[in-house]
DNA sequence: AATGCGGGGAG
DNA sequence: CTCCCAGCATT
């Protein structure tokens, strides 16, 4: 099933807003990257740390970035290996290689400044939709259409009535996200962040928790008796177990925990199958998350 | 449009 | 145990 853009009355739209936005300026989680004072690169850093990880697992590492790294250039001038080694566990490593490219285009096209034009910030290294609208929206306080997961699944509850959005991001959905972003710089920052937040402790993928929502009286999957997910056949959940990613990760911990280069030997003893192993090496190698040098492997210098 | 890419915590 | 998480790049 193909998604249908809703037709929602625009003043249904705004009062959902307008909601939305008074109940995240009293509910919302005091994020550290939602103090005041917070720079738009320590916002990207946020952004692009916690695509597809937790936020709590977020936190700790954004901080100590920052301490290390507070400004693009100074992530920039790093040593890789470091840079990797402070990613620490977040998983998807590549992100940190992109995230110090990405400084490194700051510096050098922006004069190390974070742009305010999602044209430019989605042309860095690393930078997609969604983060290049979060960090106009959420560090320059401009108007943007900010859809993740969360507001995806928001939007599919409350306007369309499903349970969840279709498998895959269409330009009818992204078109219909953009229809409703309101005008309003300030209105549309609060939209996407509220939108996000509800999505992301209320309604929740797993559970609904409708007691707790500011506009559950609205809502059309709710008014609709709750139906179920017609995607749920066709929706595949990755494996991780015994895959390539498992392997890679175990490796790029081995790398990350020695002081300098290891072993093969030392590699071998994290996954049994040689096979799998070699290519899995090889990969991260042209990833550039390792390097080889004769018998010894170790963090890109 | 489909895949590959980490890792951990909640249910 | 399964599911899911503030996605991106590549095919």
Redesign the pocket.
Known sequence: MKFVPPRVPPATVSEVQVLVADWFRREQ?P?P??EPATSAWAVLL???M????????VAPIWARWLELWPTPADLAQAPTAQVLREWS??????RAL?LQECAAAIVERHDGVVPQIYDDLVE?????????A?VVA?AHGRRSTVV???VR?VLARVFSGTALPP??Y??AERAFARAITPELDEQAAAWAAGS??L??VVC????AYCEACPISALCAWRLAGFPEDEHAQV????K??G????V???V??VLRDAHGPVLRSQIDLVWPDQAQLDR?VA?LIEDG?AEQDGEAYSLPQ
Do not use: H
């Open positions: 989680r994020l990257w939602r946020s952004e692009v916690s695509q597809q990880t937790p936020v709590a697992r566990s977040l998983g998807y490593p590549r992109r860095l290294p690393g930078i997609g939709d969604y983060t290049a979060a959420f993740d997961t969360n699944r498998p895959t269409s330009a996000m937040e999505g992301a929740t993928a797993r559970t929706r595949t959940t990755q991780f177990t895959t390539d990613r498992q890679r990760g175990k790029m911990k899995c990969s998350l």
